[in-house]
């Protein structure tokens, strides 16, 4: 319980990475606590791509790149990506999508690997190089990018303190 609530609150984002790979059990271990995640009547929409192949990921990295107009490593380095979509025929596809990324990102601290939440998932997965991507994976065009999860081992400087918590963050009734 205490760990549990340690974890929850030292997860932080990390934005540099050493391009040593993760354990298999970790990342096993971190796949399985978000597919565990809750969803609206459990129909269990989203699906998590867990994508190592040096290949893939940097070809995700240059389409996230492109949809800020930025060249850079959108993913910092990090050696996997997960990537959570949901199918859109689910009503509640973003929230349990999004409480598929938290389970994620959380799981990872719990098991000593450093994460971030990357953004911009739906519009890389709504290009034709994205579609033809999933058409690989086998899923099909309903199904919408929600985040990527990066994951890897912290390099120096890659993880700032936590920011403050803003005040009236909680109303107590
Ligand atoms: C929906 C969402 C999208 C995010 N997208 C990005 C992103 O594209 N790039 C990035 O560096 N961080 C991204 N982040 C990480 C946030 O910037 C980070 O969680 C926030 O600054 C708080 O820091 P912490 O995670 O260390 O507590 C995202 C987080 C969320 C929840």
Known sequence: MKETL???????????????QIKEEE???????????????????????AVQDSETR????????????????????????????????????LEDGALVMGNLLNAAQAVGVDSCYIYRAKEVFETEEGKE????????????????????YRAEGGVKEAA???DNYVIRV
């Open 58 to 93: 940097n070809k995700i990295a240059r389409l996230n790149a492109a949809v800020m107009g930025a060249d850079m490593d959108p993913f910092y380095g990090a050696p996997t990506v997960l990537v959570v979509f949901a199918s859109t025929a689910t009503p509640t596809w």
């Open 27 to 49: 990342l096993n271990a971190i796949l399985e606590a978000g597919t565990y995640a809750p969803s609206g009547m459990n129909r269990q929409p989203a699906v998590i791509v």
């Open 133 to 152: 991507l999933l058409r690989k994976w086998g899923l099909g065009e309903e199904y919408a990018g929600v985040g990527n999860c990066i994951l890897g």
């Open 164 to 166: 403050p918590r803003k």
């Open 6 to 20: 340690y974890d929850l609150k030292s997860r932080r984002s990390c934005r540099k990475y050493l391009p040593t």
